[in-house]
Antibody
Framework: QVQLQESGPGLVKPSQTLSLTCIVS??????????WHWIRQHPGKGLEWIGN???????YYNPSLKSRVTISVDTSKNQFSLKLRSVTAADTAVYYC???????????WGQGTLVTVSS | QSVLTQPPSVSGAPGQRVTISCTGS?????????VHWYQQLPGTAPKLLIF???IRPSGVPDRFSGSKSGTSASLAITGLQAEDEADYYC???????????FGGGTKLTVL
């Protein structure tokens, strides 16, 4: 049973870069069967897809965030990461990492981590 | 404004049947992409409830069922229980956005 765990600072200052890592255990991120996703949820709101990455490094991003987002993968550490640049209070959200089979369902999720953007 | 449209809320009494609709367009459901459904209990991460339109992952009760037709999909819950009170989200892939899209979510209240 794969497990995903988000880690990173819970507080980021405006204009800085939000950096999170998703540590994958119980399965290899090198498996060609899966895509690895980041999703966020603003307080009291719905789910917003940020982007995903394949183990080879191929990425796909939400067009609304594409100019500020970079998702990368480290197969040696079995983890993948999110960087969101130039954050504002509007980026305050719970950030989830998840695993999906291709363009299909998000089968496994991390527990989520709240990131607050505030000075 | 979400790409997939869901009603903000639905409610039902214990034992009743409720349905949650999810309306898409020609670039997602109409392009033959599947719909998937998630249940999010308060304070927890979303959990996959239905995948590929109508398939339940292991452990999901058969009280939950899904369907898709044309540019619309729906989730049905029969024999409503207090523990079903949660937010429900539909999800698919959109080829005009080249990415994953979600519905805005539906809050289910068990009366």
């Amino acid at each position: 049973q794969v497990q995903l765990q988000e880690s990173g600072p819970g507080l980021v200052k405006p204009s800085q870069t939000l950096s999170l890592t998703c540590i994958v255990s119980g399965g290899s991120i090198r498996s060609g069967s899966y895509f690895w996703h980041w999703i966020r949820q603003h307080p009291g709101k719905g789910l917003e897809w940020i982007g995903n990455i394949y183990y080879s490094g191929s990425t796909y991003y939400n067009p609304s965030l594409k100019s500020r987002v970079t998702i990368s993968v480290d197969t040696s550490k079995n983890q993948f990461s999110l960087k969101l640049r130039s954050v504002t209070a509007a980026d305050t959200a719970v950030y989830y990492c998840a695993r999906a089979t291709g363009a299909a369902s998000l089968d496994d999720w991390g527990q989520g981590t709240l990131v607050t953007v505030s000075s | 404004q979400s790409v997939l449209t869901q009603p903000p809320s639905v409610s039902g009494a214990p034992g009743q049947r409720v349905t949650i609709s999810c309306t898409g367009s020609s670039s997602n459901f109409g392009a033959n992409y599947d719909v998937h459904w998630y249940q999010q209990l308060p304070g927890t991460a979303p959990k996959l409830l239905i995948f590929d339109n109508n398939i339940r992952p292991s452990g999901v009760p058969d009280r939950f069922s899904g369907s898709k037709s044309g540019t619309s999909a729906s989730l049905a819950i029969t024999g409503l229980q207090a523990e079903d009170e949660a937010d429900y989200y539909c999800q698919s892939y959109d080829n005009s956005l080249s990415g994953v899209v979600f519905g805005g979510g539906t809050k289910l209240t068990v009366l």
